[in-house]
């Protein structure tokens, strides 16, 4: 890593100093996608036999995965990205004797209770601070109608369970768009003796969950099913069976790709290439947006591995600016909004970024989910913007940004959220002059190569 760019300063929160950048360019393999290594962890543990799970994530989220599977019994054994599990099979998961540390997770603990519910323990799972702020009622609701026995108080974590190798199906319609709600009821569902449904009637969210359940054996169907007069998806889950244990190569991440393609596509004379990164419709809708908007990026290599799609991204950045070639009136705000939302989540603090670099700006609508992840991530990209000399709007749900707005060098927050770190790291290499990102080392949550991984692929001006 260039110091002179990016620079760890000592004392108690780590502020990176980012200079701004002329282009990207390179090729790269991410770290394995964190959605993707928790569902391979949490259902190796419950298989019968052995499984060896490859280019496993590298975040500390994934750690805590790992960490509360030991707690519960389970023998598992890592060297580097190398991650193997010994499934506890029919002896099934142990109690375990302390609480578990969900550390930052939220993905850890709501797909964790999912799993614990289905056997005779008792487990008490808690978190960091901002874990223990996030909503739990929308896994403790249908866990209880599956009567497993939940404990919280205002649900919120820690979260109290005692679990029944007796859960009953149900069939529930999903009062959020949440692949971590629908994950924890389909994976209660794999011990209940009958078919458990899911119904999303909001929007399809990830569906990692359903393939890594398929790929180690379980017997899955969707269908669709009318609701609020509208067709909407709904998968199930044929309860109480055998999962044999099988290796999974987990793809690179694509979450932690959009930064990179972002910065890419924003940065004129960019070109670069990311392989081996995870490509399942449900996570790239990002790319589709921003393809959308007239950034050119295409896809080569494209082929399926465990059951997840995987290929190579390729972003190149006409000399002018994306905007000049857009169509449509200049002033009006591209809209992002509805059934799209959970489809690319976790990139909104940055396409909102993006958007302040379009001609219009950019509208991101009924996103209120982003108010109760890691931090308020709403208020947070609001603040940021501003700071940076981005007009923005505010809305209980989304925000409005004027653009384009050429970004100030400035002082930013991570609010301790990672994706909010990373947004902004992109955002400072856009700016005029230097910034500086407060509590950088958050990043580690998802993605700890962040920095030295996009300092390897940025010309400096
Ligand atoms: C995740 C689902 C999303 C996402 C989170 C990871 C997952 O959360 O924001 O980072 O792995 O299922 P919700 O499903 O709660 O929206």
Redesign the pocket.
């Known amino acids: 890593m260039c110091l002179s760019t990016l620079v760890m300063a000592q004392g108690k929160m780590a502020r990176m100093k980012i200079r701004p950048a002329q282009r990207i360019t390179g090729q790269v393999r991410l770290p394995g996608d ?2 993707i290594s ?1 569902r391979a962890a949490l259902i190796a543990a419950v298989a019968e036999g052995q499984s060896l799970l490859s280019n496993f994530s590298t975040s500390a989220d994934c750690a805590s995965t790992l960490d509360c599977l030991r707690g519960l019994g389970v023998s598992i054994r890592r060297e580097g990205n190398e991650v193997l599990v010994e499934g506890s099979g029919a002896d099934g998961l142990r109690a375990p004797s302390v609480p578990l540390d969900c550390g930052n997770s ?2 850890t603990m709501r797909m964790l209770a999912g799993v614990a519910a289905g056997y005779d323990l008792e487990a008490i799972l808690t978190g960091d601070e901002s874990l223990r702020s996030r909503p739990m009622k929308r896994i403790i609701e249908p866990l209880e109608l599956m009567t497993a026995q939940m404990r919280s108080e205002n649900g919120r974590p820690p979260l109290g369970i005692k679990g029944t190798n007796a859960l009953k199906p149900i069939s529930y319609e999903l009062p959020v768009a ?4 629908k ?1 924890c009821i389909l994976l209660a569902g794999l011990r209940a003796a009958g078919r458990t449904e899911v119904v999303e009637k909001l929007g399809a ?2 569906d ?1 969950t359903e393939r890594m359940l398929r790929w180690f054996g379980a017997e899955l169907e969707t269908r669709t099913v009318v609701a609020n007069g509208s067709s909407v998806e709904a998968v199930s889950i044929n309860g109480k069976a055998n999962l044999s244990g099988r290796d999974v190569k987990i793809p690179g991440d694509f979450s932690s790709a959009a930064f990179l393609i972002a910065a890419a596509a924003l940065l004129p004379g960019s070109d670069l290439k990311i392989e081996d990164v995870g490509l399942n419709p449900t996570r790239t809708q990002f790319l589709s947006t921003l393809r959308s908007f007239g950034f050119q990026i295409g896809l080569l290599d494209c082929r399926d591995e465990s059951n997840e799609p995987v290929g190579t991204v390729h972003v190149r950045a006409k000399l002018h600016p994306p905007e000049s070639q857009l169509p449509g009136p200049a002033d009006v705000p591209k809209v992002v909004r509805g059934s799209l939302i ?1 489809q690319l ?2 990139e909104l603090p940055l396409l909102a970024v993006v958007g302040s670099q379009l001609s219009g700006g950019i509208e991101i609508r009924d996103a209120a ?1 982003l108010r109760v ?1 890691e931090a308020d991530r709403i208020s947070a990209t609001v603040r940021n913007l501003g700071a940076m000399g981005v007009q923005v709007e505010e809305f209980e749900d989304g925000l409005r940004v004027a653009g384009p707005t050429p970004l100030q060098g400035a002082t930013l927050e991570s609010f301790g959220d990672h994706r909010i770190a990373m947004a902004f790291t992109v955002a400072a290499l856009l700016a005029d002059g230097v910034s500086e990102i407060a509590g950088s080392d958050c990043v580690s949550i998802s993605f700890p190569e962040f920095f030295s991984l996009l300092e390897s692929v940025t010309d400096h001006s």
């Open positions: 964190k959605s928790h939220g993905s949440s692949a971590q709600v994950s969210t990830r990692h959970p989540i976790d989910e992840k």
